[in-house]
């Protein structure tokens, strides 16, 4: 069960410059997006979200992009903290069901100071 | 800020023992779920449980899973007779009812010995 994918496992990026997490579905009937963000020993924490109806959504220094077409969504966080360092998961739900969310793989994020 | 709790934070087990693992839904949410995540896999959904009924569960489980909320304010995941292969990251979840995203708790790592 691959419908969401992660291709790159990690990332390793400089403080201050962007990062870029890619995600891309198989399921055309995924139609809500999320990220979160896993630190070590803690549960997912909700980052930022956007619905097929859009194709970005902002949040501060986060904002995902959604590409319906190529069925691929990314998350941009700029600039980089080394807080930022963390496994980010990309999640995504079917037309109308928020009760069954499929997780990538994740990508672990690392910003050097 | 509210937030979703689970106890034990570890649990050791021996193979074919029963574990109950506690959550703590976030307090007006009605919308709960169990997902686990393997060492090193990726996050995968269990059970979506509403109105004291399973909404949606996954072929992960089984008839050795059972869920129950025994009170206003607990979620339970049971395992009857656990596994080698149920030794894993298990997360609870939470949804207010007209929100999309799902909020997650710490998490119980459970060993199967």
């Known amino acids: 069960d691959q419908q969401v994918k992660q291709n790159s496992p990690s990332l390793s990026v400089q403080e201050g410059r962007i990062s870029i997490l890619n995600c891309d579905y198989t399921n055309s009937m995924f139609d809500y997006f999320l990220w979160y963000k896993k630190y070590p020993a803690e549960g997912p924490t909700f980052l930022i979200s956007i619905s097929s109806i859009k194709d970005k959504n902002e949040d501060g220094r986060f904002t995902v992009f959604l590409n319906k077409s190529a069925k691929h969504l990314s998350l941009h966080i700029v600039p980089s903290q080394p807080g930022d360092s963390a496994v980010y998961f990309c999640a995504a739900s079917p037309i109308g069901n928020f009760n069954k969310f499929y997780f990538g793989s994740g990508t672990k994020l690392n910003v050097k100071p | 800020e509210p937030e979703v709790t689970q106890t034990p934070s570890h649990q050791v087990t021996q193979m074919g023992q029963e574990v109950i693992l506690r959550c703590v839904p976030i307090?007006?949410?009605?919308?709960f779920y169990w997902y686990r995540q393997i060492l090193g896999q990726k996050v995968e959904f269990l059970v979506s449980?509403?109105?004291?009924?399973?909404?949606?569960k996954s072929e992960i489980f089984d008839d050795q899973f059972s869920v129950e909320r025994p009170d206003g304010s607990n979620f339970t995941l049971k395992i009857r007779s656990t596994k080698l292969e149920d030794s894993a990251m298990y997360f609870c979840?939470?949804?207010?009812?007209?929100?999309?995203?799902?909020?997650f708790g710490p998490g119980t790592r459970l060993l199967v010995l």
């Open positions: 449980f509403y109105n004291n009924e399973i909404s949606e």
């Open positions: 307090s007006n949410h009605l919308y």
């Open positions: 979840a939470s949804r207010g009812t007209g929100q999309e995203t799902q909020y």
